[in-house]
């Protein structure tokens, strides 16, 4: 037996290392890309890690333009792990608290192989400062500015229309200012994917999740989760393969743990409330009674394999009313927001729940799933919240270890 333990702690220990030698020592920058209709797109900075810490990705190394942000900075945008397309910093503008980078965004189907390039630090950087994220030697696909190196003199005068196609072969090695840009390690290429995702700045109002999928094509906005990091591994899907009957098997059981947090928040609320006097009621027997059931809108269900090892995780988010009888306010909603587990058995285990609603934003925020994402470069998935509350909108990333959330990053709210 103590055999037995030896090796389970050597194997566990040699797999650790074997995580951590595969796991991205970064900077890895994490941003969310507004992508609209006519193919114009900005991005917006969340958080940035370095050995092992995330940084606000605004405020990190601004002088003034955040390290996000500076000019050449590529970013692969991904949805549930798969990639979408490249998006390429051209320039930083900073609106009140808060910075945003434009640029130039290139659908997967439309991107060429580049040559990944490994990427060091300066020998004149501090040793004991965190490096800078960087770009591969290659130029975009097509770059914002083509005709910013001119072709060599002698073939302009011979040849003046082959001079603006041989200029971006003709470069020697890249402008000094081009090394400080991060490099992107990319795998093949998916199709993009049609599917409506609404602006962060609008909260989800009305319909569910399945009443989406015929308006994609005349979606305003699309928010994309962006990842850029020089040495990351090979971007991973999230998503959960899941059966039409399965998929509603999970939602009844996932539904029933949220209408039973529904209810525990409208009797604490009650309890908060002082009742107005009502004369003695007689009663000749006790009945049981069946718990008023909460109404939902707005339901989304999305279930991910965030280590694909085909272990399901569910993130459910809704609204929810009480029936008027069982809430003293009737105008209430409640904002829901549940991450479960399930095991080999099918049985959910709880992890997380934040029950908010229109009253209390002020001291509880309601949470807005984003997508699962890569955010510290270890070949897992963790979830991105974005929090709404009265001071504003905050983005958080949750690590799921077992039946627990534990917080890799908590943003400051701006905007309020």
Do not use: C
């Amino acid at each position: 037996m103590a055999l037995a333990v030896l090796v389970g702690q050597t194997g566990s220990a040699q797999y650790a290392r074997r995580e951590t030698a595969r796991a991205s020592k970064g900077p890895r920058a994490v941003g969310l890309l507004e992508l609209s209709p006519n193919g114009k797109a900005r991005l917006m900075p969340v958080t940035i890690m370095y050995d092992g810490k995330f940084y606000d990705a605004s405020a990190y190394k601004a002088s003034p333009v955040p390290m996000a942000l500076e000019s050449g900075t590529v970013y692969e945008g991904v949805r549930t792990g798969v990639p979408l397309g490249l998006f390429t910093v051209t320039s930083a503008l900073q609106a009140k608290d808060s910075w945003l980078g434009a640029g130039h965004w290139e659908p997967a189907e439309s991107v060429k192989p580049k040559k990944k390039v490994a990427v060091t630090k300066p020998p004149d950087e501090d040793a004991d400062a965190p490096p800078v994220l960087r770009r591969s030697g290659s130029a975009p696909a097509k770059p914002p500015e083509p005709a910013a190196t001119p072709a060599p003199a002698p073939k302009a005068e011979s040849a003046p229309a082959a001079a603006p196609v041989a200029a971006p072969p003709a470069q020697p090695a890249p402008v000094p200012e081009d090394n400080d840009h991060p490099a992107l390690k990319r795998g093949q290429q998916a199709p993009f994917e049609e599917k409506q995702v609404k602006s962060a700045a609008t909260p989800k109002e009305g319909g569910n999740s399945s009443a989406a999928a015929p308006a994609a094509k005349n979606a305003t906005l699309q928010i994309i989760p962006a990842i850029s990091d020089a040495h990351g591994p090979e971007p991973l899907p999230f998503k959960y393969q899941v059966k039409p009957d399965e998929e509603a098997v999970f939602r009844k059981k996932v539904l029933a743990i949220a209408s039973d947090e529904v209810n525990a928040r409208a009797k604490a609320l009650a309890a908060e409330t002082i009742p107005a006097e009502e004369p003695a009621r007689k009663t000749t027997r006790k009945q049981p009674v069946k718990p008023p059931q909460p109404a939902f809108d707005n339901v989304d269900l999305r279930i991910f394999d965030l280590t694909n090892a085909n272990e399901p995780v569910l993130v459910l988010t809704a609204t929810a009313r009480m029936p008027q009888t069982a809430d003293t306010s009737s105008g209430r909603r409640y904002f829901v927001t549940l991450v479960a587990r399930s095991d080999i058995y099918g049985d959910l285990h709880k992890a997380f729940v934040n029950i908010s609603d229109t009253e209390h934003l002020d001291i509880l925020p309601r949470m807005e799933l984003v997508d699962a994402v890569d955010a510290d470069g270890d070949g897992r998935g963790e979830l991105l919240f974005r929090q709404i509350s009265d001071a504003g909108n905050a983005y958080v990333i949750y690590r799921v270890i077992g039946d627990t959330l534990y917080a890799l990053y908590q943003g400051t709210p701006t905007g309020g």
